[in-house]
């Protein structure tokens, strides 16, 4: 027993010590702060990142250990918090737009965690995900479309979704006024990484594969936003662990939210 361990930690040492290991075997890696806002919009310009047939295959490869898993009954945390933030609506099947689908995979963790399920519609704006998704689940509505600029008219859906997608929006403010905008009743933002005292950062990172953007968003900041957009928060709940300390110097951690339109 001990040479197979011994083998395994050697290897995961090679992985970690070969930049084009680590950034095509792990799943995050390499991370670098960014000097702001403008930095940030350069990086998203010139990196297809999201948009390649690659980066959505080993997404979906990573999400599938994941919901085999939770077809056993042993939900990762993020995904049961999902489930319970749209519960505590107290909403039966509603209507809901998950903005940034990715590969569609939430569909599948409502369905399962859920009694009754939802009414579900997906959006994202890379087309590679979306031709995933639709592959995936061909009985579900997917569209290419971009959270800044939604195409649904106001108050569309009973609850709009945001599953870990904000942190790689730019324009996160756009995204959260215009999920305020369609949402008729409820917005959730989902595993949103923050720092309790610190500025929202933005940083760099190899996510499968592919160099992104990733927000780290100051906490008062976020707060601030979502009640211009006249969001009112409901509940908080801890979802998976996630420090950028050794990067940043600041304790971060991940949050979900469910805020509710005014009068509900």
């Not at 995961?12 to 806002?37: C, E």
């Not at 599953?163 to 929006?169: D, E, K, P, Q, R």
């Not at 601030?224 to 951690?253: M, N, Q």
């Amino acid at each position: 027993m001990a040479l197979p361990r011994l083998i395994r930690q050697v290897g995961k040492r090679i992985v970690k010590a070969t930049p084009i290991l680590r950034r095509h075997i792990l799943t995050s890696t390499d991370y670098q702060v960014l000097s702001g806002v403008e930095e940030a919009k350069r990086l998203s310009t010139s990196s297809r990142g999201w948009l390649t047939a690659r980066t959505v295959a080993r997404q979906e490869r990573a999400y599938q250990g994941l919901i085999a898993a939770m077809k056993r009954g042993e939900p990762r945390l993020d995904f049961t918090v999902a489930a319970a933030a749209v519960a505590a609506t107290g909403i039966t099947n509603p209507g809901l737009l998950e903005v940034g689908c990715g590969s569609g995979y939430y569909s599948e963790v409502f369905d399962d965690l859920l009694d009754g399920g939802v009414s579900y519609t997906g959006i994202d704006y890379s087309q590679a995900m979306i031709a995933r998704a639709r592959a995936r689940y061909p009985s579900r509505a997917f569209e290419v479309a971009d959270a800044t600029r939604m195409p649904h008219p106001d108050a569309a859906f009973d609850i709009v979704f945001n599953g870990v997608s904000l942190m790689h929006i730019i324009d996160y403010a756009a995204a959260i006024s215009e999920a305020a905008r369609v949402a008729a009743r409820h917005c959730i933002l989902h595993t949103v990484p923050v720092f309790e005292s610190h500025q929202t950062t933005y940083l760099r990172k190899y996510a499968y594969g592919a160099p992104v953007v990733e927000i780290v968003f100051g906490k008062r900041e976020l707060m601030t936003l979502c009640e211009r957009s006249g969001l009112r928060l409901a509940k908080t709940w801890a979802c998976i662990p996630y420090d950028v300390f050794d990067e940043t110097g600041h304790h971060s951690t991940t949050e979900t939210y469910l805020f509710s339109r005014p009068g509900i």
